[in-house]
């Protein structure tokens, strides 16, 4: 190394020492097997513009690093230009580059117009090129320049980023895009990326070299997650005044799941609470065998995410480090959190893309943002792998649209063109909107203002594990607390995939043959039940009539298909009286004769 500029010698596999320490486990001496690969595809033939898609937590940091080490060495480029989402990742790429001996100013700005000559490259964001695109235009053209383009979707997220990712980059010499979260949607080409038509004729962007999320697992370079899905009773009124009582993950409108939805995630109900104790008691498993693992909450909003640290403090006697996107301070308290030991985060999007926080173990999914691309890099924090066997757990509302994704994790999409959507349920749909709205000021949670929703009150009750492709645990749901949950909340936190699947089996097979053990003695217990019900107070007759209109309600639903919440406003509407929350038990009693006559009539 000659005046801060790489020599010949500073070849990938001569990277400085504490470069490859840093790397995780699995790793070669200095780059992973994909990472040589990469590297080995982009030397041979020494393309202007390449695209590599590599799953989050496999190392396109690096990657990219080793790229630009080896052309300065080879006097190809004399300058570095790295564009990333966020300010927060801008510090983190220029210590990166740092660590590799490229030393990158991070604060760079359009208006100053140069920067120290100790730096070799500066790095910026989308929208700071969007700003003054002719700026960075002039500083690109005056030096042999490589642009490294971090999450280079980005350039798509606004018209006026494209335009101007395109405008300030045209000259530069190299161009190297990153991705590691499925492409968007759109209308609109990405700057730089190559496209080719499908077998059905739609343009679809095309990777010069790809490492998707099976193949990083089968190297060991990623954890394998484990989804631990929480369902429950929500109540909630609409503005009309109506109550309405419903399972969360039942079959229900698109309206009612996601007003379920935020039922169970609103900071006032016992969902949350519950899910948020039955994370930690996970954390704390995990620790047993992994000391230094975090976990990390993912709000929606800042009231949410203040008012979840709140009951984490309650919870462990910890408090949480709180991340807001809007405060000066957030990318040095992510740093903080990453290099301690301490339990818990709680972030709104700070930590959604890109950011590296190894020790990273456990998750809780509390958002209502729901779009694969978000989804895709929430989980993403959590899978970087550091020693073998570490398993992520990721704790998420049993809705349809995030178990679909979770059961698809592995599924990799490519930037389609011109795609027609047909429906707004389709899973390219206006990912660029909700993706703006989670990105804007999260002061109000604006989406849901005005809406006809008032929640008011929710219970957890744990569902299904899902991992590797199965389910398991999911034959009736499990009361929070209880030793059937515990059995899966006390999996050990290192477990290869192979082991991991057989103890869930093992666990499937036991569970089910104590709910055939119980179901040969249910009909005594009803019995009982019966015998001794004017014995017992009050609110105990009120729980049990409510389990058995419960309990028929899904029976009925098993018989019809119709979801549980219709049935409970049919009931209502026929019998009077309030939710069943609140019912009485003469009012329950009518409800349950009410739906056995239905069963009559149907059966007859």
């Not at 609470?273 to 995990?286: I, M, T």
């Not at 640290?309 to 480090?321: C, N, R, V």
């Not at 569902?463 to 909340?489: I, K, N, P």
Request: glycine share 8%; with cysteine.
């Amino acid at each position: 190394m000659t005046g801060g500029r790489p020599t010949d010698a500073a070849a990938p596999n001569a990277l400085p020492p504490a470069w490859p320490e840093r790397a995780a486990w699995g790793t070669a001496t200095s780059l992973r097997a994909w990472q040589q690969a990469a590297m080995t595809s982009y030397f041979t033939d020494l393309p202007r513009d390449f695209l590599a898609v590599a799953t989050p937590g496999a190392g396109k940091t690096t990657f990219a690093l080793s790229v630009a080490s080896e052309l300065l060495g080879r006097r190809m480029i004399d300058r570095i230009v790295i564009v990333a989402p966020t300010e927060h990742l801008k510090v983190q790429w220029a210590e990166a580059a740092s660590r590799a001996g490229i030393p990158i100013d991070p604060n760079y700005s359009a208006g100053q117009g140069k920067t120290s000559a100790d730096y070799l490259g500066i790095a910026v964001t989308y929208a700071g090129v969007a700003v003054n695109p002719l700026a960075m235009r002039i500083r690109t053209e005056r030096f042999k320049t490589l642009v490294i383009l971090d999450e280079v979707h980005h350039a798509g997220d606004a018209l006026s980023w494209g335009e101007g990712v395109r405008e300030a980059f045209e000259p530069a010499a190299r161009r190297l895009a990153l991705t590691g979260t499925p492409f968007r949607s759109d209308v609109n080409p990405i700057p730089f990326v190559t496209y080719a038509p499908g077998d059905d004729g739609i343009p679809r962007s095309v990777a010069d070299y790809t490492y998707g999320y099976a193949e990083a697992l089968r190297d060991h370079v990623v954890r394998p997650v484990l989804f631990m899905a929480y369902s429950g009773q929500m109540t909630w009124r609409t503005r009309a005044g109506d109550e309405i009582a419903a399972q969360l993950g039942e079959p229900l409108t698109k309206d009612m799941i996601q007003q379920a939805l935020r039922t169970a995630l609103d900071p006032r109900g016992s969902w949350i609470p519950a899910v948020l104790a039955a994370a930690d008691k996970r954390l704390s498993e995990v620790r047993r065998h992994v000391p230094d693992a975090g976990a990390l909450v993912i709000a929606t909003d800042q009231d949410s995410a203040r008012s979840y640290a709140k009951t984490l403090k309650e919870i462990t006697g910890e408090s949480p480090t709180v991340v807001l996107s809007d405060e000066k301070a957030a990318s040095k308290k992510i740093a903080a959190f990453s290099a301690d030991d301490s339990r818990w985060m709680v972030a709104v999007r700070m930590v959604s893309e890109g950011v590296d926080v190894p020790r990273l173990a456990v998750g809780v999914y509390a958002t209502t943002t729901s779009t694969p691309l978000f989804f895709a890099q929430a989980v993403g924090r959590f899978v970087r792998s550091r020693s073998r066997g570490e398993t992520a757990s990721v704790f998420l509302p049993s809705v349809p649209g995030l178990l679909g994704l979770a059961a698809e994790l592995e599924v990799a999409r490519d930037h389609v063109l011109g795609k027609k959507i047909t429906d707004e349920g389709d899973i390219f749909a206006a990912e660029d909107a909700l993706m703006a709205q989670a990105n804007a000021s999260e002061s109000a949670s604006a989406e849901e203002e005005g809406l006809p929703f008032e929640a008011l009150g929710s219970e957890a009750r744990f569902d299904r594990v899902l991992f590797d492709g199965g389910e398991f645990g999911h034959a009736g749901e499990v009361h929070v607390g209880s030793e059937e949950e515990m059995d899966f909340l006390g999996i050990p936190g290192l477990l290869d995939p192979e082991s991991m699947k057989q103890l869930l089996r093992q666990r499937q097979s036991d569970r089910a043959k104590q709910q055939k053990e119980r179901a040969t003695t249910s009909e005594e217990a009803r019995e009982r039940a019966a015998d001794s019900l004017a014995d017992v107070s009050t609110h105990e007759q009120l729980a049990v009539l409510r389990r058995e209109l419960n309990g028929l309600v899904a029976a009925w639903n098993h018989r019809t298909g119709q979801p549980h919440g219709i049935t409970h406003a049919a009931l209502r509407k026929e019998c009077g009286g309030p939710a069943a929350a609140v019912a009485n038990a003469d009012q329950l009693r009518t409800r349950i004769d009410r739906i056995r006559e239905w069963a009559t009539r149907k059966t007859s």
